[in-house]
């Protein structure tokens, strides 16, 4: 990017039939960047519409801040930090589901082989836990 100096203001407010006093009043008053950057916003609605007092325009964009608005480093660092803690929990939500889709192809394999029914500790197993997995084997 270029350097902002107030013959190139001028050039440009030129450009957009604005007189250099008027430039040299605006930037006095309201700053090199802030005439610069409205500037640029001029020029382009004098493509898209008919503009008949461009200095009153200007002054206007100045006061009303009618340029798109950049925002503030905090707020992308902070808006950044949430989109990667977003992809980070949707990361790990997606691991723990394709783990516990292993464990439960695991399980249902071991059950395969050897029901728990047949185990040697199948008699430790409270009455409850029987019951719901010879109801979930019965439904299979």
């Known amino acids: 990017m270029s350097e902002i100096t107030m013959e190139s203001c001028i ?17 006095k008053r309201y700053g090199l960047y802030m ?13 898209n519409q008919e503009i008949h007092y461009p200095a009153a325009w200007l002054k206007r964009a100045i006061e009303f801040s009618y340029s798109p608005q950049i925002p503030h480093e905090e707020y992308v660092q902070d808006k950044h930090g949430k989109i990667r803690q977003a992809r980070g929990l949707a990361k790990e939500k997606a691991m723990k589901d394709a783990y516990a889709k292993l464990d439960e192809e695991l399980a249902a394999e071991r059950e395969a082989e050897m029901p728990a029914v047949e185990s040697e500790f ?19």
């Open 35 to 47: 005439v610069d950057r409205e500037l640029a916003v001029l020029w382009y609605e004098m493509f």
């Open 122 to 140: 199948w008699k430790f197993v409270p009455a409850s836990v029987k019951e719901k997995i010879t109801a979930s084997a019965s439904a299979k």
């Open 11 to 27: 050039f440009h407010g030129s450009r957009c039939h604005i007189t250099p006093d008027t430039i040299r009043e605006l930037v």
